[in-house]
């Protein structure tokens, strides 16, 4: 009795029901964990410490990294009653707004693990020296010297890998605090054609036809007002520059809104060719970049080019634009 006490106050945790619902989906690391459950990694080392205790979970070490998953059925404790007690209680939860939330962040988790190229133990799709990473710098090869904006730059991350083939690159947030830590990586990493300049999305820090090429990554989803955003981006682009977009598709994930202070829940490629077309832009262009069966964020990129007369952009309405393109 005293034992099986024990099991169900171990089980009466909710934050541990949960670990136990994601790890008899996959393994996962300690860190991998932390991001799907939104936790601290103390708290997820130490949850994950009393269930390994009680024998419901175990470890697997490789490559340096420790991964967990549940214990095989067979050897569960009281056996098969309950993980079927167990797997009844997940599939009626299913709809929970905190169970769904976890789901969408695992899945993100498995598309970022196929993103980079890990083998996760089999050994057929080891390929020595391939990532994203390689690849992605590959291709800067083929491009000329531009002069880029990265608007809403974040840590920095991609303005650096920019800076690799750009002659110069601006990166722009509205955050000081993280504008503190994308310098300071620029730093340890000895880059020196990165200008870094506070402001928002909605009125940027750029004079007129001043860049070639405008990104924004995962930023678009945050401006208060994206018309004005787009308008503001097609404002610094040279005739002739181009704006490239990397956003997320319209979702129904409205738990992004509190935790990553999303304003927007993704758009439709129709809502992005129209912010693209109301801001003067030709040659518009929009497609899935990525997607992964079951996770309900994909990825949308759009592009659109500056025509060659300076013109000033007005909006004759908030209407939504139409458009007979087709889109991937």
């Known amino acids: 009795m005293q034992q099986a006490s024990a099991l169900f106050r171990l089980l009466s945790d909710s934050t541990r029901l949960r670990l136990l619902r994601i790890l008899a989906q996959d393994r996962f690391n300690v860190t991998e964990l932390t991001g799907i459950l939104g936790a601290a990694q103390s ?22 990294f420790v991964y967990y998953r549940v214990t095989d059925r067979a050897v569960f404790p009281t056996g098969e009653p309950l993980w079927t007690l167990l797997g009844e209680h997940f599939a009626a939860a299913a709809t929970d707004r905190a169970v769904k939330a976890d789901e969408a962040r695992l899945q993100e988790v498995l598309r970022l693990r196929k993103e980079n190229f890990e083998t996760h133990g089999d050994p057929r799709q080891l390929v020595p020296g391939r990532s994203w990473a390689a690849w992605a710098r590959a291709l800067g090869h083929l491009l000329p010297p531009l002069d880029v904006a990265d608007i809403g730059c974040g840590e920095g991350y991609l303005t650096l890998e920019t800076a690799r083939w750009a002659r110069t690159v601006v990166g722009i947030d509205r ?6 830590r994308a310098k ?18 909605s009125r940027l820090p750029l004079r007129d036809d001043s860049v070639d090429v405008a990104m924004l990554s995962q930023a678009l989803h945050h401006a208060s007002d994206p018309e004005r955003a787009m308008d503001e981006t097609a404002r610094v682009l040279r005739p002739g520059g181009r704006v490239l977009i990397l956003d997320l598709r319209q979702h129904d994930q409205a738990w992004v809104r509190s935790r990553f202070g999303d304003r927007h829940l993704g758009f439709s490629s129709g809502e992005l060719n129209a912010l693209l077309d109301g801001a003067g832009l030709t040659d518009i262009r929009v497609q899935v970049g990525a997607s992964k069966a079951g996770d309900p964020f994909a990825v949308l990129i759009a592009s659109g080019v500056k025509s060659g007369a300076t013109s000033t952009v007005t909006r004759p309405s908030r209407v939504a634009h139409t458009s007979s393109r087709r889109y991937a």
Request: proline residues 0%; hydrophobic residues 40%.
């Open 184 to 201: 300071a990586l620029a730093g340890r990493r000895r880059i020196v054609n990165v200008e870094w300049k506070k402001g928002d999305l």
């Open 175 to 180: 955050s000081d605090e993280v504008l503190e």
């Open 43 to 64: 708290n997820v080392s130490r949850h994950l410490g009393l269930l390994k205790d009680a024998g419901l979970v175990t470890e697997e070490r490789e490559a340096g």
